[in-house]
């Protein structure tokens, strides 16, 4: 199942916009009034981004020295906290010149429908679209809506990414070698991967952990899953409506969850754990396998900074069709529409993804940048994130998106799985009469 990713997770950790946070309400947000959100001559510029607010703050000072205008960074965390700023500016009018966005592509499309986020395509596509060529094409993607969105947006750019991100699996090499396992290789297929587990746990290793208490990330693994073995079309035909939650496919990737529980492979507590405190019991060697995103290469470097692992793919289930994870752009920064400093926050931002500053956040941060010209230089510790670009999809980005409640039923059973509460067949069911629900309510809300 593909739903939007990060509360970037209450991205968590470092955030994936639009995934995690609350919903804004387009009827709350259209009875705001016009005014301009400041009447200072700085360009100011809400985030939540904890990791990042130092080296923010350096380039807020070059660029100063630079132009001679004035940039003020303003962080407001966690990422909870912020949302709610957001949502209070919404509503009295009071939002920056420059801020990004969390929560899911409907709050990210009422702000652009009620006219608190610019279009910038027209800039994106100046001089020969040469600020738009700068990036990774799936970065814009999440960015952007098509001509066929089904908001009723205008097509077109509404964000720029400052990074991007991809979510894999992370091993330790030093355990893969103390279970006889050869810390250059990871398996390749399921079977392999639970054949690994095996001599993990005879070696007295604990196999997997991640923080599958936050059901996004149980959603991430799951849809890497079922787009390895039925593909695209048969996913987003299940989104539709089209095929139920009760097919054979669906539950076969539920059993899954049943093989790591069975066979002993899942860290203890794994069930009811945050991200963070998984990131901590890797990063102290406390488990060979995690499943976690770009950001970690930051994250373990703090915790630990002799920590040897590797990155890797999830193994597949099929050969079929073809693996895939969740990737795209990590965090992004979105122009105030009603600013009257709207063409001074479009060249900052312009200038914020040049190589030169992309590389700076690269070198201070140990995040992926969003621009081609600035991956060349990232460290080896994240070169095998940035391959998996090639693998990501992100489900934004999908014609379609699967109605919340159905989400939050899929989460909540996986979870009821893996602690013996219910079968993958209780939990199809469950799912689909969940979805039927939500779908016989949508039908009545059209004819109404």
Aim: charged share 20%.
């Amino acid at each position: 199942m593909l739903t939007n990713i990060v509360s970037k997770s209450p991205i968590l950790l470092p955030l994936i916009p639009r995934c995690f946070a609350g919903m804004l309400s387009l009827a709350l947000l259209a009875g705001a009034g016009c005014a301009p959100s400041s009447s200072s001559s700085a360009l100011t510029i809400w985030h939540w981004m904890t990791d990042r607010d130092e080296a923010f703050q350096s380039l807020a000072r070059r660029y100063e020295l630079e132009t001679g205008m004035p940039v003020k960074f303003e962080l407001y965390a966690p990422s909870e906290l912020y949302s709610q700023k957001i949502r209070g500016a919404a509503q009295t009018d009071t939002l920056p010149d420059i801020f990004g966005v969390l929560g899911e592509s409907r709050d990210f499309a009422s702000l652009v429908k009620a006219g608190f986020i610019g279009n910038l395509t027209p800039a994106m596509d100046q001089h020969g679209a040469a600020w738009r060529s700068r990036f990774y094409a799936k970065a814009l993607e999440m960015d952007a809506f098509g001509p066929d969105n089904g908001y009723g947006i205008p097509a077109g750019i509404y964000g720029v990414p400052i990074d991007v991100t991809t979510i894999q699996l992370v091993y330790n090499k030093r355990l893969f070698q103390r279970a006889g396992l050869n810390p250059k290789s990871f398996p390749r297929t399921w079977a392999e991967l639970l054949d690994a587990g095996r001599k993990l746990k005879a070696a007295g290793i604990p196999t997997f952990v991640s923080g599958w208490g936050e059901t996004w990330l149980l959603d991430c693994f799951a849809s890497n899953y079922a787009w390895n073995l039925m593909g695209r079309d048969k996913v987003l035909a299940t989104i539709r409506g089209e095929v139920p939650y009760t097919d054979p496919d669906w539950i076969r990737v539920l059993r899954l969850f049943v093989e790591l529980r069975d066979g002993g492979l899942l860290y203890d507590g794994v069930v009811t754990m945050v991200n963070k405190r998984a990131e901590q019991v890797f990063a102290n060697e406390g488990a060979a396998i995690a499943l976690n995103g770009s950001w970690c290469v930051n994250v373990y470097q703090g915790m630990n900074p002799d920590l040897e692992y590797g990155v890797a793919l999830p193994p597949a289930l099929s050969d079929q069709y073809p693996v895939v994870i969740w990737g795209g752009a990590g965090s992004s920064f979105m122009v105030n529409a009603r600013t009257p400093r709207r063409e001074p926050a479009i060249r900052f931002l312009q200038w914020l993804t040049a190589t030169a500053q992309q590389q700076f956040l690269v070198e201070a941060t140990h995040n992926l940048p969003s621009t081609h010209a600035a991956a060349l230089t990232i460290p080896a510790q994240l070169a095998p994130f940035a391959d998996g670009m090639e693998h990501a999809v992100h489900p934004s980005t999908l014609p379609v998106q699967e109605l919340a409640p159905v989400v939050e039923a899929w989460g909540k059973g996986i979870q009821a799985i893996l602690i013996g509460e219910r079968t993958p067949e209780q939990v199809a069911q469950k799912v689909q009469q969940v979805k039927e629900r939500e779908l016989a309510r949508q039908r009545k809300q059209q004819k109404g």
